[in-house]
């Protein structure tokens, strides 16, 4: 079946440790998107990527860094300069409209 | 400034109580207002895409409607397999897909 996949499902970060969360999809869809939801809050962009080997920040870019060496993958690296990292992370991707999203990975600080 | 706002935050109904989701939105031109569906743990699900001030979209006990300054998702005789966050977001004139924060739906039997 096609979709998006996400993992991990689960993530713990150590202080001052960089950890990067996965995103794959197999809708051949051009666009990826990541965001970040907290409690509260509508879904926050912090980057997205239309084509290969070109990426734009989003509103929230500080602390991230992502990659898209592929079509199919988008990973998400938070960095230890993101402060205050714990949040459900989504990834989606889009062939024109609407997204489409994978199932999340919750990040957690030990 | 482009804004999505729903409402209420949460709202409790019986099951078989129909009810009425808000979003309202002040954007720089509206290419598409989309509701989704999502459950504790999970991503959004995609249920419905509305173009223009009019139009309407049905599945199963949701109906969604929209005109220029809002959209209503209409629950009829919900059911407790209902209860989730619906959420709804709007694509702007200048491409930008901005999320609203969500209603928390909750159907007791």
């Known amino acids: 079946d096609g979709g998006i996949t996400q993992s991990p499902k689960y993530l713990f970060r150590k202080e001052g440790q960089n950890v990067t969360l996965s995103c794959e999809q197999n809708?051949?869809?051009?666009?990826m998107y990541w965001y970040r939801q907290d409690p509260g809050q509508g879904l926050r962009l912090i980057y997205y990527s239309q084509i290969v080997n070109d990426f734009q920040k989003g509103d929230i870019a500080e602390g991230y860094s992502v990659s898209r060496e592929k079509k199919e993958s988008f990973p998400l690296t938070v960095t230890s300069a993101q402060k205050n990292p714990t949040a459900f992370y989504l990834c989606a991707s889009s062939g024109d409209q609407p997204q489409h999203f994978g199932d999340g990975t919750r990040l957690s600080i030990l | 400034e482009d804004q999505v706002t729903q409402s209420p935050e949460a709202l409790r109904l019986q099951e078989g109580e129909s009810s009425s989701l808000n979003c309202s939105y002040t954007?720089?031109?509206?290419?598409?207002l989309f509701w989704y569906r999502q459950d504790p743990g999970k991503g959004p699900e995609f249920l419905f895409t509305l173009y223009s001030a009019g139009e309407e979209k049905e599945k199963e006990r949701l109906k969604a409607t929209l005109t220029k300054k809002e959209s209503f998702l209409h629950i009829t005789a919900p059911k407790p397999e209902d209860s989730a966050t619906y959420l709804c977001a709007v694509r702007t004139g200048g491409f930008k897909t901005i999320f609203g924060a969500g209603t928390r739906l909750f159907v007791k039997a």
């Open positions: 954007v720089s031109g509206l290419r598409g």
């Open positions: 809708l051949n869809h051009d666009a």
